[in-house]
């Protein structure tokens, strides 16, 4: 697709409960990004692939986040044991050369009560 | 430590009027330095994007003036419409494939009518 799309747009868990994240990529970008916006604004770097290998993953908090890229598969992030504090918009986005021309997702809005 | 500052955090610009947002970055390493426009409940989109061989970049009403020495680079929004209302975030980057986008934390534009 010409978009990159997440899926789905709003996520409610209650805290400890898992939550998986989806993300289909623009067809032919070989690069996916995850980040994290709070409050807004801020935006925090979580992870990048290339393909379906993980090329970066100094942002993620490896104790509760995992994320994969797989072949023919959306890419999917999960948050295990959710906290209150991971309240926040998820944002995918891909890139055909990863170095720029970011092209981002509508976000998931995940709500942690 | 934040690597990107940009300021202002708001703006209020009379229609037609030219809107301009700064940003300043401490790594000498960054190579590519995007602006995206966000919209509430959307994701951010590519507005336009300077290397630092060149000091100006100009796409319609919207200019990048980038000064190396200075670490500094800015969006000028020239005839400012109501429809250009929205968040801005400048960031930066190595330009090397797979690397993260360092957002500044926006810049909320107001135009008014």
């Known amino acids: 697709g010409e978009e990159v799309a997440q899926t789905p747009k709003h996520l409610v868990r209650g805290e400890g409960q898992k939550a998986k994240l989806y993300c289909a990529p623009i067809?032919?970008?070989?690069?996916v990004f995850w980040y994290q916006q709070v409050l807004k604004n801020e935006f925090k770097f979580l992870i990048s692939f290339q393909n379906e290998n993980v090329f970066d993953e100094t942002g993620m908090p490896k104790e509760r986040f995992s994320a994969k890229c797989l072949p023919n598969s959306p890419c999917s992030l999960e948050i295990q044991a959710t906290k209150l504090e991971d309240s926040a918009v998820y944002f995918c986005?891909?890139?055909?050369?990863?170095?720029?021309?970011?092209?981002f997702g509508p976000g998931t809005r995940l709500t942690v009560l | 430590q934040q690597q990107v500052k940009q300021s202002p955090q708001s703006l209020i610009v009379q229609k037609g009027g030219i809107s301009i947002i700064n940003c300043a970055y401490e790594n000498t390493a960054f190579d590519y330095f995007p602006w995206y426009q966000q919209f509430p409940g959307k994701g951010p989109a590519l507005l336009i994007a300077i290397r630092p061989d060149v000091s100006e970049k100009k796409e319609g009403r919207f200019t990048i003036s980038f000064n190396k020495s200075a670490k500094q680079f800015s969006l000028h929004i020239m005839d400012s419409q109501p429809g250009d209302s929205a968040t801005y975030f400048c960031?930066?980057?190595?330009?090397?494939?797979?690397?993260?986008?360092?957002f500044g934390k926006g810049t909320t534009l107001s135009v008014s009518s």
């Open positions: 960031a930066a980057s190595t330009g090397q494939a797979g690397t993260a986008l360092i």
């Open positions: 986005a891909s890139s055909p050369t990863g170095g720029e021309h970011a092209f």
């Open positions: 067809k032919g970008h070989s690069y």
